[in-house]
T-cell receptor, first 114, second 113 residues
């Protein structure tokens, strides 16, 4: 597609539920990132993939968070047993290989845990 | 570890006046620097980046930014502000050779008609 596509755009989950957020990167982009943006804050790094390999997951806040990109294209961020503090916007981004390349963001998945 | 500081939570400017949104950074090695804009309930849109070369970088919608290595700054500027420029602006840094991009906390720009 023309841009990074994320779904669902909005998700309300009851505390304790599992959620899955999907990201479809720009075609041909080997690098994929997940960021978490709390209300009124800047995006915080969660994890990074190069193709199907998860090379950096240092930003995942707990073992309830899990990300995968099994075929090197679409990625899923899964949050198990959601807590209220997980409420945030989850941003997916992609870029070509190479750290000088621009990272393009999707519109985000807005998660509210009630 | 890299970091970005955006010292102003909000900047107010009159329409037609020049605007500056400040950003300073801390990183080991050569920095790659970025500015993004975020409109309400939207994702981040890329404005411009500095990788190497000319210290003055021109980007989308008439924005530009000046890289100053000695002051470790990358301030965003525009000669004449528009009401439609009102949004949240994020500065970001990426050490050369590394993938992780670190963002500042954002500056809300309010352009007053």
């Amino acid at each position: 597609g023309a841009g990074v596509s994320q779904s669902p755009r909005y998700k309300v989950a009851k505390r304790g539920q599992d959620v899955a957020l999907r990201c479809d990167p720009i075609s041909g982009h080997v690098s994929l990132f997940w960021y978490q943006q709390a209300l009124g804050q800047g995006p915080e790094f969660l994890t990074y993939f190069q193709n199907e390999a998860q090379l950096d997951k240092s930003g995942l806040p707990s073992d309830r968070f899990f990300a995968e990109r099994p075929e090197g294209s679409v990625s899923t961020l899964k949050i198990q047993r959601t807590q209220q503090e997980d409420s945030a916007v989850y941003l997916c981004a992609s870029s070509l290989r190479g750290t000088g390349n621009t990272i393009y963001f999707g519109e985000g998945s807005w998660l509210t845990v009630v | 570890a890299q970091s970005v500081a955006q010292p102003e939570d909000q900047v107010n400017v009159a329409e037609g006046n020049p605007l500056t949104v400040k950003c300073t950074y801390s990183v080991s090695g050569n920095p790659y620097l970025f500015w993004y804009v975020q409109y309400p309930n939207r994702g981040l849109q890329f404005l411009l980046k500095y990788i190497t070369g000319d210290n003055l970088v021109k980007g989308s919608y008439g924005f530009e930014a000046e890289f100053n290595k000695s002051q470790t700054s990358f301030h965003l500027k525009k000669p004449s502000a528009l009401v439609s420029d009102s949004a949240l602006y994020f500065c970001a840094v990426r050490p050369g050779g590394y993938q992780k991009v670190t963002f500042g906390t954002g500056t809300k720009l309010q352009v007053i008609p």
